[in-house]
Structures are given as structure tokens and as C-alpha cells.
């Protein structure tokens, strides 16, 4: 069982930075690839990005790709989202999620999801 909790959602303008984090519970972090998915107002949720287990490979929705960056700290229990050049249309609720494989753009691949924060772009 992982239990994963964010933070770090808020108020940005366009073009402005911001990092959230999703601690995860237990003692096997590293065993799972982490991915973060947004929802936003009427639409579906959309994956994001991903990082692998050991934080070698990620992946990257074409939308956020060259803006947002996924890491991961196992020491810490830890995995961040930094946004920058945010616009507008990037308002949503982040999720995180734990998945142990699969394609990483797969909701159903990922078993352990965060409750959500929320990420307001104002233009």
C-alpha cells in the first residue's frame, strides 16, 4: 500500500514558476515509476509526466514538454513537479500516482493516487 499526498498547488500568473511535491509513504518508493496527471474544469483527466523507479527515464506530454520537469528524490520519499512558462491553460487539479509498469501514459497502469492539488494560471 503507498500513500501519496501533494502539495505545493497555488496561484501563479502567466508566464510565472511554480513546484509541487508528492510525498509517498512505505519503505518500497523505488520500486514504483511516478507519474503526475491534471484534470481541469469539464475535461478529462491527461497525464503529464513520468519518471522511472530509479529517476533514469522520463516522460513528458507533448504540451508541457521543454516547460515542466518531473525528478524524484528516494531519499526522501519524494517526487516534484517543477512548471515553469506556465500559461493559462495549464490551470487544472495535479495528481500524482504510483504505477509498477505499464505504458507510462496509462491511467490504469497506475494503482496509488494522491487526492490532488490545485494549479490556478491567471493570465
Known amino acids: 500500500q503507498v500513500q501519496l499526498v501533494e502539495s505545493g498547488g497555488g496561484l501563479v500568473q502567466a508566464g510565472g514558476s511554480l513546484r509541487v511535491s508528492c510525498a509517498a509513504s512505505g519503505r518500497t518508493f523505488s520500486r514504483y515509476a511516478m507519474g503526475w496527471f491534471r484534470q481541469a474544469p469539464g475535461k478529462e483527466r491527461e497525464f503529464v509526466a513520468r519518471?522511472?523507479?530509479?529517476?533514469?527515464?522520463?516522460y513528458y506530454a507533448d504540451s508541457v514538454k521543454g516547460r515542466f520537469t518531473i525528478s524524484r528524490d528516494n531519499a526522501k520519499n519524494t517526487v516534484y513537479l517543477q512548471m515553469d512558462s506556465l500559461k493559462p491553460e495549464d490551470t487544472a487539479v495535479y495528481y500524482c500516482?504510483?504505477?509498477?509498469?505499464?505504458?507510462?501514459?496509462?491511467?490504469?497502469?497506475?494503482?496509488?493516487w494522491g487526492q490532488g492539488t490545485q494549479v490556478t494560471v491567471s493570465s
Open positions: 500516482a504510483a504505477s509498477l509498469g505499464g505504458a507510462f501514459n496509462d491511467q490504469r497502469q497506475y494503482h496509488y
Open positions: 519518471i522511472s523507479g530509479s529517476g533514469g527515464s522520463t
